[in-house]
């Protein structure tokens, strides 16, 4: 089993940035992949953005390419979310997967984190 635990959310300006952080815990952990999601009020989940765990390929939702960064410290089991000039569309509830195989769907979630961005 693989716990995933998110932090790092919070309230911010816009313009601002936000680091997240997602932790993972568990058994051998050698995903496939890790995501970032996010889940605004009153809308369905979308992507945001991924990575590979071996290697360093990353996709973006066009909505933050350029503003959001991710990245992954396979040593620490963490992966990240450089979130930099935040729009108040940016506000949701941002959740960390891993997806185990290339085909396989993200088969681990966290909790979730708050970001809020005011105006």
């Known amino acids: 089993q693989v716990q995933l635990v998110e932090s790092g959310g919070g309230l911010v300006q816009a313009g601002g940035s936000l680091r997240l952080s997602c932790a993972a815990s568990?058994?051998?952990?050698?995903?496939?992949?890790m995501g970032w999601f996010r889940q605004a009020p009153g809308k369905e989940r979308e992507f945001v953005a991924n990575?590979?765990?071996?290697?360093?390929?990353?996709y973006y939702a066009d909505s933050v390419k350029g503003r959001f960064t991710i990245s992954r410290d396979r040593a620490k089991n963490t992966v990240y979310l450089q979130m930099n000039r935040l729009k108040p569309e940016d506000t949701a509830i941002y959740f960390c997967?891993?997806?185990?195989?290339?085909?396989?769907?993200?088969?681990?979630w966290g909790q979730g984190t708050q970001v809020t961005v005011s105006s």
């Open positions: 997967a891993s997806k185990t195989t290339s085909v396989s769907s993200y088969d681990y």
């Open positions: 568990g058994r051998t952990f050698s995903p496939y992949a």
């Open positions: 990575i590979r765990w071996s290697g360093f390929t990353t």
